[in-house]
């Protein structure tokens, strides 16, 4: 099983960036599909982006052409690249792992993380 562990969030204006980071360990990083979520006060958790192991993506709609995803094997790491962010982005955002891509699509996982939150606040 893999351990992640989010970071990068933060304070920002409307139409700034942030980069977040899910930096994993304990298991053979390259084989799984990893997926970035998130989870505003109120609201469902829901999927944000996905990547297969083989570098596939897949975004909700909500984000196409605003959020890219991508993974570094070599530093067992998958980013969430958030462009012209709006204050309806703020939320806490979550990675999480499987080597079934269906598991990330559907987000039925047994446990998450902390989470790093992203506020979009002038």
């Known amino acids: 099983q893999v351990q992640l562990v989010e970071s990068g969030g933060g304070l920002v204006q409307p139409g700034g960036s942030l980069r977040l980071s899910c930096a994993a360990s304990g298991s053979i990083f390259s084989i799984y599909a990893m997926g970035w979520y998130r989870q505003a006060p109120g609201k469902r958790r829901e999927l944000v982006a996905a990547i297969t192991s083989g570098g596939r993506t897949n975004y909700a709609d909500s984000v196409k052409g605003q959020f890219t995803i991508s993974r570094e094997n070599a530093r067992s790491t998958v980013y969430l690249q958030m462009a012209s962010l709006k204050p309806e982005d703020t939320a806490v955002y979550y990675c999480?792992?499987?080597?079934?891509?269906?598991?990330?699509?559907?987000?039925?996982?047994?446990?998450w993380g902390q989470g790093t939150q992203v506020t979009v606040s002038s």
């Open positions: 999480n792992a499987d080597r079934d891509l269906r598991v990330v699509i559907t987000a039925q996982f047994d446990s």
